[in-house]
């Protein structure tokens, strides 16, 4: 599969996506949804949280990105900062396709997602202290658990939408974000 970012890139901006919250108090957070290819293949890279007593997102799977500082100029900005720091991936390994939507949290985080196409170069460094393990998902599993658990054309409960990879279950904010960007981005691919 090759995919052409300038026409993706022009695609995304037709599209309707999740807005910020509005009325509550929200952190803002800023994540890269990054696909990456491997033998002609798209996958997901996405992060295993440590195993951490008292860390918020404990063997949680999440995608890699964080917290929107003052230093940040952007949401955007904060998603690349936040890439480098977690798992060493420079700017220059990315091509930004664009915001894919907000979507908040039970913990009163706004997570805005970029989608970005990853050139897969390497090393991948991260903390241990903060990730267990850096995850490498193939969309065409993601897909099979979607259509196999009949979450297409509609937005399943929170207890119902899970996407069980190998030893890992996705779930909460993250599953929704996976479901968003199968049911309205991967058409576009």
Known sequence: ????????????????????????????????????????????????????????????????????????????????????????IPKEQV???????HFPTLNQRDIEVFLGLWNGEGPIVYDRDEIAEVLEI??????????????ANRYPDMTELVYPFNHVVIWGATARIIHHFIENVYPLL
């Not at 949680?60 to 936040?82: C, N, W, Y």
């Not at 193939?138 to 009949?150: A, G, Q, R």
């Open 1 to 88: 599969m090759k995919v052409n970012s300038y026409n993706l890139k022009e695609n995304i901006k037709k599209l309707s996506f999740p807005q910020a919250p509005k009325g509550r108090y929200y952190k803002p957070t800023s994540v890269f949804l990054l696909l990456f290819f491997k033998e002609q293949e798209p996958y997901i890279l996405a992060i295993l949280k440590a195993d951490r007593e008292g860390y918020l997102w404990r063997n949680q799977v999440a995608l890699p990105g964080g917290h929107i500082d003052k230093s940040d100029t952007t949401p955007m900005e904060a998603a690349f900062r936040e890439l480098k720091e977690e798992l060493g």
């Open 95 to 101: 091509d930004e396709i664009g915001s894919i939507g």
């Open 138 to 151: 193939p969309l065409k599993e993601l897909l099979f658990i979607h259509n196999v658990k009949h979450f």
